[in-house]
């Protein structure tokens, strides 16, 4: 491990963090916020000084970094991370838990999205909302950042399923990658949002209402930390929202085309496809499950975009049967994207394996392959992924029974324990105000895992890895 490579890029990231809360104080400053001004200058002092420490008093590295110490790097900047950002959560709200506030803070960094806090009259300080935003952009640019770069040079979770052309594997430090990737995927997330923003603003949406939940389209998280029960913006607004949820939940498998005017690309990408194809699907369910068309397709989008932001009305949600409701945020949004699941590529490479085994079967000495995204995919990628998959539903189950063993009710460990691991907050929403400390410790457990994709956690649990 290249300690002074990934403490020195640590202490670096955590100083964004910090510098990110500007927008958060100018808010409480403007808004007559002391208890909020004062618990963001605090929580910006304290990351400032360790940060600025860390990089005066560690030496420069001597050797080249490797994806490992990226992962190392990533690992500790998602456990970490939390931490550093709650305090905002303690001062000027209900809330005396330092817990509670790190579980506020990872959902928004996660963009799972619900809240633990109280707020008296469900009234929140602008500043929060602000903040809770911020993390969003801060949580949902680091997942597509590491996934399109960190993921993608260790193969992790299938060869294949993260490459794409905005990494290549760099001869001199690996970290040297990372920054045209991260402006890439920075540039895309701030134009997006602000079409939105204005698009929704057009269609005479409040200018902060807008923006709350274009940053949640695009985050496919939940900033709003009450969605449920307010009034609905109106049709236009929801088409306008639906459009947003789908390109959040593909990333930057369609945003990468659509920046180079490939717009035939863009509209034949296979998870494009696969994802409209599972939304007509999820929204025949939800139809026979007694929904109305319209609420139908707005949930099955919202789902397996897995977001928590409600597309229209959410009252008759409860129409549809659990197996059915959980099942689009298990499956998730493309790997290049900020939403959770197992990702529509690893489902596109399994299927497209098993075609291949069926065409196999009258011509047993023929030699076959198939390709995803132009590249050829082999038996290690399919092991990958289905290592991944076995993985995951093994994480649900062990997840559940937790939940389970600290008394949460069958239904809500089921809800919660899929909710967390894939970052879905539509499904999690309504089942958190009765976590105990062990509860919120699993579920915080849980989003981190989900968000680092859990195979990317099992070399941390090895002392070799750290040792280097």
């Known amino acids: ?119 008296e ?20 640019s680091a997942s597509i950042i590491v996934a399109a770069s960190v993921l993608a040079a260790l193969n992790l979770g299938g060869p294949g399923i993260h490459r794409s052309e905005l990494f290549v594997m760099p001869e001199t430090s690996f970290f040297d990658a990372v920054p045209k990737v991260a402006r890439s995927v920075i540039l895309i997330m701030v134009v997006s949002i602000t079409l939105t923003v204005l698009a929704l603003e057009l269609a005479s949406v409040s200018p902060g209402r ?29 088409v306008i929202l639906a459009i947003g949820l789908v390109g959040g939940a593909l990333g930057l498998a369609i945003a990468l085309p659509l920046r180079e005017r490939r717009f035939l690309k863009a509209l034949t990408d296979p998870e494009l496809r696969v994802f ?11 139809v026979f499950s007694g929904l ?4 139908s397709l707005g949930w099955s989008i ?56 069926f065409r196999q079967l009258g011509y047993r000495r023929s030699v076959l392959g198939f390709q995803f995204r132009d590249r050829e995919m082999n038996e290690r990628s399919v092991i990958g992924v289905w290592v ?31 909710g967390c691991l894939t970052n879905s907050g539509g499904l999690v929403i309504g089942h958190v105000a009765q976590l105990d400390q062990a509860a919120s410790i699993l579920a915080i457990f849980s989003m981190l895992l989900g968000r680092l994709e859990i195979l990317a956690i099992i070399p941390a649990i090895s002392v070799s890895f750290w040792r280097g």
């Not at 939403?339 to 490479?349: D, E």
């Not at 559940?400 to 239904?411: A, D, N, Q």
């Open 388 to 418: 991944y998959l076995i993985a995951y539903i093994l994480s649900v189950f062990l997840v559940m029974l937790g939940f389970t063993f600290t008394g949460v009710p069958f239904e809500s460990s089921i809800r919660l324990a899929i």
């Open 210 to 238: 807008a923006m709350s939940d274009a940053v949640s389209v695009w985050t496919t998280g939940l900033v709003d930390p009450a969605p449920y029960g307010r009034a609905n913006a109106g049709a236009v607004a929801d």
């Open 276 to 286: 409209v194809v599972l939304v007509l699907i999820f929204t025949a369910m939800a």
């Open 302 to 357: 919202s789902a397996l975009a897995t977001s928590g932001l409600p597309l229209g009305s959410s009252d008759t949600w409860d129409k549809v049967p659990l197996p059915v409701f959980v099942l689009p945020a298990l499956i998730g949004g493309s790997a290049l994207s900020a939403a959770g699941g197992v990702k529509i590529a690893r489902l596109i490479v399994l299927s497209r394996r098993a075609g291949m085994e």
């Open 1 to 119: 491990m290249n300690y002074a490579s990934v403490v020195r890029i640590l202490a670096l990231v955590m100083l964004i963090l910090a510098g990110s809360s500007v927008p958060a104080i100018l808010t409480a400053l403007a808004y007559g916020e002391n208890e909020q001004v004062f618990a963001f200058l605090a929580m910006v002092l304290g990351i400032s000084v360790i940060s600025t420490s860390i990089l005066f008093l560690t030496p420069k590295p001597s050797q080249k970094a490797r994806p490992s110490d990226a992962l190392g790097l990533v690992i500790l900047w998602w456990f970490l991370a939390p931490v550093a950002a709650c305090l905002p959560f303690v001062v000027g709200v209900q809330n005396a838990s330092l817990l509670q506030a790190i579980h506020e803070a990872t959902a928004c960094l996660t963009t799972t999205g619900q809240s633990v806090i109280a707020v």
């Open 292 to 295: 109305k068309v319209i609420e």
């Open 121 to 140: 009259g469900n009234l929140w300080p602008a500043s929060l909302i602000v903040w809770r935003g911020t993390l969003h952009l801060l949580g949902a």
